[in-house]
């Protein structure tokens, strides 16, 4: 059926998307349920089938899960862009494995997928486009604020640093 290198992958890319051991799990067991009761030898890729249930799965349950949330959700407590001018590339910027741990706790869920299948999967944008059926623009647009975001946050951290 599936190899452990395969299910690894599975839950990786579950954890990327909750940030949670737990949940990832959870969500990679449905989505191997689902597979086997929908007779996994008629899906022809079974890693987009399952990464696809992984998905609206996450997003099911966050949907359940917003509804219960408190009225103090509104639009201030999103997260802001800031806008910087840097030359640097963000692949230029050293980042500590603390940092890293951080800023990754402050990506959205939607953030933090498109940082997984880009960054550490390796697709291309019209594959990611493709998988989510979203449009190339909009994925480059979101991963291009995430930058800019991502890039202030460590602008943020440095001018701290250097006044303590």
Avoid at 91 to 115: A, F, G, R, Y
Wanted: glycine share 2%; net charge negative.
């Amino acid at each position: 059926m599936l190899i452990k290198p395969e299910l690894d992958r599975l839950f990786r890319y579950a954890w990327s998307l909750t940030k949670d051991q737990d949940q990832a799990f959870d969500l990679l067991q449905i989505a191997l349920e689902k597979m086997i009761k929908n007779d996994c030898d008629k899906i022809e890729n079974k890693i987009a089938y399952l990464m696809r249930t992984i998905r609206n799965d996450f997003i099911d349950e966050e949907r359940r899960n917003r509804k219960f949330r408190s009225l103090g959700d509104d639009e201030e407590s999103l997260p802001r862009l800031y806008e910087i001018d840097n030359e640097l590339g963000l692949d230029d910027i050293l980042i500590h494995q603390q940092d890293v741990t951080e800023l990754l706790s402050k990506l959205n869920p939607c953030e933090s997928e498109l940082l997984y299948l880009w960054a550490v999967e390796e697709y291309t944008i019209d594959e990611i486009a493709e998988l989510q059926n979203v449009a190339r623009g909009t994925l480059l647009s979101r991963l291009h604020r995430m930058k800019k975001r991502i890039k202030a946050e460590l602008k943020d951290r440095n001018s701290v640093a250097c006044i303590q």
